[in-house]
C-alpha cells in the first residue's frame, strides 16, 4: 500500500509539473535569480538602504545586464540574418556536392535522397516549434522574472518562517543550520555555474576569433550556454561553428582546427574548471546529469534542460544536509561509499 501511494504520488506530481510548466518555468528562474541577489540586498540593506529599494536595485543591476547580454546577442543574431541568402546559395552548392558523392559512392539516387532530407525536416517541426515556444515563453519571462524575483526577496523572512513551522517538532537550532548551509552551499553552486560560463565563452570566443571564424562572440557565448547541458550540450556547441566555417570558408582546415580547439577548452573545463569551481561545491555524476537532462528536456522542453542541472544540484544539497535523505544524495553523487566494500564487490 505504501508503496503504491509513493508511486502514485510521482506521477501526480509529474502532471502537475508538466501541466503548470507556464508558470512553475518563470518561478523557478525567479528563485534562482532571487538566490543569487540575495547577498547584495543583504548587503545593500547594511549600508541603511530600505529594504524595498534595495530590492528593487539588486534586481535592476541584474536585468540590465541580462538585457545588455541580449541585445548584443540580438544584434549578432540580426548581422547573422543579412547574411542568410549566401548562406543558403553556399549550402545548396555543398548539398548537391553531397548527394553527387552519395550517390556515386553509395549508389543512393537524388531522390532517395530528397525522401530521407523531407522525413529528416519533418522530424525536426516539433522541435523547431518547442524552440519558438520557448522563445515567446522567453519574452514573457523577461516581464515576469523582476516581479517574481522581487515577490521572493520580500517574503523572505516569511519562506523562512514557513520552513521552520513545517519543521518545528525538529531542534529549531538544527534547522537554522541546515538552511544556513543549504542557502551558502546554493549560492556557491549558482556563482560557480555563472563563472564557469563565462570562462568558456571567452576561451571559445578567443579561439573563434583566431580562427577567423565569423560571428564569434555570438558562437563563443552559444556554446557557454550549451555546455550548461552535460555530453549533449559539448557535441551542439562544436557543430554550430563548424557549420558556420562550413558555409564562410573554403577548405576543411578551419573545421578541423575548430574541433581540436573545442576538445582542448572541453578537456579544461572537465578536469580543471568543473572540479575547482562547480563541483568543489556539488557532485553529480554522469548518469543522473543525463536522465536529468532528458527529464527535464520532457517536462518542460528546453528550459527544463538549463534548469535541471541547478535543481538537482539543489537537491543533493539538500539531502546531503538531512541525515534521513542522504541515500538519495549519495545515488546523486559521484563519491563511491567506501562502507560495504565487500558487498559492493
Known amino acids: 500500500m505504501k508503496s503504491t501511494i509513493i508511486m502514485f504520488g510521482m506521477v501526480l506530481l509529474v502532471f502537475i509539473l508538466w501541466s ?3 508558470i512553475l518555468v ?13 547577498p547584495l540586498t543583504g548587503v545593500l540593506e547594511k549600508w541603511k538602504v530600505p529594504r524595498i529599494l534595495a530590492i528593487a536595485v539588486s534586481i535592476l543591476l541584474a536585468m540590465t545586464i541580462l538585457l545588455g547580454v541580449t541585445y548584443f546577442l540580438f544584434l549578432e543574431i540580426g548581422s547573422f540574418s543579412s547574411q542568410l541568402p549566401a548562406f543558403k546559395e553556399k549550402f545548396g552548392m555543398l548539398l548537391s556536392n553531397l548527394q553527387h558523392y552519395v550517390r556515386s559512392d553509395f549508389g543512393i539516387n537524388t531522390k532517395k535522397q530528397n525522401e530521407y532530407l523531407n522525413e529528416a525536416v519533418t522530424g525536426l517541426k516539433p522541435v523547431l516549434a518547442s524552440a519558438m515556444g520557448t522563445m515567446m515563453g ?12 522581487f515577490l521572493f526577496l520580500f517574503y523572505k523572512k516569511l519562506i523562512l518562517a514557513f520552513l521552520y513551522q513545517v519543521f518545528e517538532n525538529t531542534e529549531e537550532k ?15 553552486y549558482m556563482y560557480g555555474l555563472l563563472l564557469e560560463a563565462l570562462i568558456v565563452a571567452t576561451l571559445n570566443t578567443v579561439a573563434l576569433l583566431i580562427l577567423g571564424v565569423q560571428y564569434a562572440v555570438l558562437l563563443g557565448v552559444l556554446g557557454a550556454l550549451l555546455n550548461v547541458l552535460p555530453f549533449i550540450g559539448g557535441i551542439l556547441a562544436v557543430l554550430f561553428p563548424i557549420l558556420i566555417a562550413t558555409l564562410t570558408k573554403d577548405g576543411f582546415q578551419t573545421q578541423l582546427w575548430i574541433m581540436i580547439s573545442y576538445i582542448i577548452i572541453q578537456f579544461v573545463d572537465n578536469h580543471f574548471l568543473v572540479p575547482y569551481i562547480v563541483a568543489s561545491k556539488v557532485k553529480i555524476n554522469a548518469l543522473i546529469s543525463i536522465v536529468v537532462v532528458l527529464l527535464g528536456g520532457a517536462l518542460w522542453g528546453i528550459s527544463g534542460m538549463f534548469l535541471s542541472i541547478p535543481f538537482i544540484g539543489v537537491l543533493k544539497i539538500i539531502f546531503d544536509r538531512l541525515p534521513e535523505l542522504k541515500p538519495w544524495g549519495m545515488l546523486i553523487g559521484m563519491e563511491v561509499p567506501t562502507k560495504r566494500r565487500k558487498i559492493l564487490k
Do not use: C, H
Open 138 to 149: 522567453v519574452l514573457a519571462m523577461f516581464f515576469l522574472l523582476p516581479v517574481y524575483t
Open 20 to 22: 503548470l510548466r507556464d
Open 174 to 188: 538544527e534547522i537554522s543550520v541546515v538552511l544556513t548551509q543549504t542557502k551558502g552551499a546554493i549560492q556557491s
Open 26 to 38: 518563470p518561478l523557478s528562474f525567479a528563485l534562482l535569480l532571487s538566490i543569487l541577489l540575495n
